[in-house]
C-alpha cells in the first residue's frame, strides 16, 4: 500500500480526524514476460522446539505447531514465539535478497510459475477443484482476470515466498486444522457469523464469512494487485459478496454487531471512523493481548520496493491458512498478518453490501510492512482513515502488491 510508512503508537492520545496525506500512487502497469523464478527456502532448527514440545525439522512448521500450542494458552510455547518470529523474518529476508532459482520441490505444487499466465491458469484449475465452482462461474473469473495487466498472486519474476504449500499442509495437518464444512453457508470454507455475546448461535447467522483470504483455498498463496471493484466482482462471480467493515471487524474480534451500532450514519467518513475508533473495544484474532508472532507478518518487502507497484515489489505471501494460531474464535484465519484486505464502509444504510457494491473503500487487516514497522494498530475494531478512498465500483480503486480480500455470504433473503 502507499501510504504513509511511519510507526504508529496505539497508546497514544486519540486525536480529531485530518486530511490523509499519502505519497503518490506508484505504477502498477504491465511488464515484460519474467525470466522462470522459484521460491528460495532455507531450512532450520529452532532451539524454542523444546520448550513448545512440538515436533518438527523446520522452523515454519514448528512455528505453526508452537502457535497452535500458544492458542491454547501454553506458556512456553508464547515464550517461544518471538525466537521463532525472529527466525522466519531472518529466512524471509534471506529469500527476498537471493536471485531466481528453482528449488528442489516436494512436490509440484512447491514449482513457482515463472509467467503470470502459467500462475493464473495454475490458480484456476485448483479453484475448479477446491471450489466446486461451475463453468459459468469460471468463465466470469477468468474474464475478470483477463481484462487486467496484473492480477493474480504477485509478479513471478519477484515474489520470494517465505513458506511453501507443501510446509503450509504440514502445519495444519500438525494442528488438525481442517476447512469448515457449513451447510448453512452453501459454500466450502465458509463460517456463520454471529454475536455470542448476546446468546446468538450459528443457526441464527445472517451471513458467513471466508475462513481465508481469496481464494479461500487452504496452503493457496491470496489474490494481490485487485483493485476493490475487481474484488467484489469475483466474489459476484463466485456466488458471494464482498464484506462490509464491520463484518470483518466481527469475525475478527469473535462478535458480529448490528450495523447500527457499528456505524454512525450520516456522518462524514473521517469524523465517523475518528469516533468508532476512540469507543472501541481492542481485540486481536487470537486473544485480548497482542502477539502477532502468532500470524503471518515475519516476511520481508522485496529490496528497493518503494511501497508499491507491480515492477518493483514482490508479493511475499504466506500459503493462506499457514498459521493455525492466527485464528478468531469464529474460525476465520489471518486477519493479522499477510495480505491487507478489500471491505467496503457504508456512509448509508442503503450502502451496505448485502444491498449492492455502494459503499466505499476500507482496508482492513495488516499492511506491507509486516512487522518491521507498525503502520496502524491493526487490533480488530480499528477502522482506517480514508486513504486512497474511492467508491468500491470506481475503475480507479486501489490496488498494490499487498493488498487482497476475501468474500462474505449472506445466508438466506438479504
Known sequence: MSCPETPHDPASAPRPPAPSDPPPALSTGPRAAPAPGATARGRGAIAALAAAGALGAGALGAAAAVGTAAHANAPAARAAAPVIAGALQERALAASAAPPERAAPAGDEDVEPGTLEEQRLRLFARMRRELALSD???????????????????????????????????????????????????????????????????????????????????????????????????????GKRICDAHEWEGACAG??????????????????????NLLREQVWSYGPEKNHALCGTGSARTPGCPGGGWDRCGSNTYPAGAFPACRSRLGVFDLHGNVAEHMSLPILPDELARRGDRGFTEMKGSWFAFSSMEVHADDCRWRAPDWHGTRIMSKGS?????????????????
Open 255 to 276: 462478535a458480529l454487531r448490528e450495523p447500527d451500532v457499528e456505524y454512525e450514519w450520516e456522518r462524514p467518513r473521517g469524523e465517523a471512523s475518528w469516533h468508532h
Open 136 to 238: 459459468e462461474a469460471m468463465r466470469e473469473v477468468e474474464a475478470i482476470f483477463a481484462a487486467s495487466p496484473v492480477l493474480g498472486q504477485g509478479n513471478p519474476a519477484l515474489s520470494r515466498h517465505p513458506m511453501s504449500r507443501s510446509e503450509c499442509r504440514r502445519a495444519r495437518e500438525l494442528a488438525g486444522v481442517a476447512p469448515a464444512r457449513e451447510p448453512a453457508c452453501g459454500a466450502p470454507g465458509m463460517v456463520p457469523l454471529f454475536d455470542p455475546t448476546r446468546g446468538q448461535t450459528a443457526e441464527s447467522a445472517p451471513v458467513c464469512i471466508d475462513q481465508l483470504e481469496f481464494p479461500n483455498i487452504p496452503c493457496e498463496y491470496p489474490v494481490v494487485h485487485v483493485r476493490a471493484r475487481e474484488a467484489a466482482l469475483l466474489c459476484r462471480a463466485i
Open 398 to 414: 486501489h490496488a498494490n502488491y499487498h493488498l487482497g480480500f476475501r468474500c462474505c455470504k449472506d445466508i438466506g433473503s438479504p
